[in-house]
């Protein structure tokens, strides 16, 4: 590995969501959906792609612009491009699937599944067409939402859906807005909706394998799990959304991202069409149920995830996504080790700063301080879909004297910021770029929630300036925490060695 790599993966200023990570060739490849910073709503921005050599996952290189929202016909009625995915055909080619949607995800389960189509797998990708009926017809069965493929020595299937909770409580509906809004374009009464969810011809994960047009269907598409969960292994998973699957030996993984809408779970089934049974959670972006951390201890703020696993040069990953700048809209690809034991189980991966390093990262020179993997002030919220207004600390960005900086925002008494993991060689001088509005102080932990070893005292400020502190922080792999006590917030910038 010529440099490090670190959390996220892509340039800070960068935010790949729903990444699908995918090796042709020697290159591993990365799809996903693309926000803007800071931006007002979901996947505002045209598709890109970053590929790297799979034996050097630090150097990504960005491919460009591989495809437009434009490109697509109902471009107009409906201009955002969500979660995509790749696959290379038995013609040699590169098949993009991708579903449109409107602002807010407002009338993005009503349309087809659409793809484009390149010479090769860094585009750039042209419109083919609409994942189709023999008769021409759009494939409209299920909402067609969040498309996943593979090509499986041959046969190309194509995996989608979404699914919500319509369990009564107290007379209220939980999908109410889903009731309400999204399945407007069915025409029918919300009681009418919910009819036909309870005789589960609308939600749930399905799958169909397409013709070798990669457009038309050969039969009627068919759930990959129970949509009616209760007493199943996926009672307290339950499917959500953003379907993706992989093959490993003979057996297949269903990677979802389930209803407590901060987890990739996955299952596993022999066959690729049915029979899956629970595997368990790979990541949460807020460490929950590792260890058997709870919710309301989570260690960043939480929200939608969705991602995948590969093998890339001999060794697996799971790449997921965090949120940044309060909300929803503004997400950064992230991944992490795993390893898929013998019994092809997989232990739960703990969210690190040095997700693709191959080790941990050295403890010299200077970091970007978002590239810390736990943010939290105790009592973190769970995204949404829409811009919190609440003061907690947060990714976010702003120009500082003609140049846009990233920094963690927000920071107040009692923050927590950690970085997983440093080799550290002994005593150190340790360095914190930060703004502050009042006095305060940075105190070192040996660990999460642990000893004082150091601290920096920090002053007010007009800008970043640096701090400095002397810190013992013995030898080996181990985090760095950090924790704030004072007055006022603190925009933390840089950490350095």
Not at 134 to 159: K, T
């Amino acid at each position: 590995m010529k440099k490090q790599a670190f959390n996220p993966y892509l340039p800070i200023s960068e935010y790949v969501p729903d990444g699908e990570p995918h090796v042709f060739g020697d290159r591993v490849y990365v799809y996903g959906s693309h926000d803007k910073e800071g931006g007002e709503t979901f996947c505002m921005l045209d598709y890109v792609t970053y590929s790297a050599p799979v034996d050097d996952l630090s150097d990504w290189r960005y491919e460009g612009v591989i495809y437009k929202a434009e490109q697509d016909p109902d471009y107009g009625n409906r201009n955002y491009m969500y979660a995509p995915d790749c696959v290379r055909g038995n013609d040699g080619k590169y098949y993009l699937y991708y579903a449109m949607s409107g602002k807010d995800g407002v009338g993005g389960y009503y349309g087809p599944v659409s793809v484009a189509v390149s010479d090769s797998p860094a585009g750039r990708f042209e419109y083919l067409g609409y994942v189709r009926n023999a008769d021409g017809s759009p494939m409209l069965d299920y909402v067609c939402f969040d498309p996943a493929v593979i090509n499986d020595g041959g046969a190309i299937r194509l995996y989608y859906g979404t699914q919500y909770n319509f369990e009564e409580q107290d007379g209220a509906m939980e999908s109410k807005w889903f009731v309400e809004t999204e399945c407007s374009m069915f025409n029918k009464k919300p009681e009418e909706i919910l009819a036909m969810a309870e005789k589960d011809s609308v939600m749930g994960p399905v799958t169909v394998e397409l013709e070798d047009d990669m457009l038309t269907v050969k039969s009627k598409p068919r759930h990959v799990i129970p949509y009616k969960v209760k007493g199943t292994d996926f009672e307290e998973h339950p499917f959500f959304e953003g379907s993706s699957i992989r093959k490993v030996g003979e057996k297949y993984y269903f990677v979802y991202s389930s209803q407590l809408n901060h987890e990739l779970c996955y299952a596993v089934s022999d066959k690729p069409d049915r029979d899956f049974r629970f595997g368990g959670t790979i990541v949460s972006n807020g460490d929950v149920g590792l260890n058997g951390r709870k919710a309301e201890d989570r260690l960043n703020m939480t929200g939608t995830t969705h991602g995948s696993i590969e093998e890339i040069n001999g060794e697996w990953y799971v790449f997921y996504h965090r949120l940044t700048h309060k909300s929803d809209y503004s997400r950064q690809g992230c991944a992490e080790k795993i390893r898929i034991e013998e019994d092809g189980s997989i232990k739960q991966a703990e969210m690190t700063s040095c997700g693709l390093n191959g080790g941990p990262l050295r403890a010299e020179g200077e970091y970007p301080a978002v590239i810390a993997c736990v943010i939290t002030n105790g009592h973190m919220p769970h995204g949404t879909n829409k811009k919190l207004e609440e003061s907690f600390p947060n990714v976010n960005h702003g120009d500082f004297d003609g140049k846009t900086e990233r920094f963690i925002d927000e920071i107040s008494d009692g923050t927590v910021i950690g970085f997983r993991y440093f080799d550290f060689k002994g005593e150190s001088e340790l360095t914190l770029t930060a703004l502050c509005t009042a006095k305060g102080r940075f105190e070192v932990l040996d660990e999460l929630d642990g000893n004082v070893i150091g601290e920096i005292a920090l002053r007010p400020t007009t800008g970043f300036e640096s701090f400095s502190a002397r810190i013992a922080f013995g030898q080996g792999e181990k985090g760095l925490w950090l924790r704030y006590r004072g007055e006022g917030e603190v925009k933390l910038l840089k950490i350095g060695f």
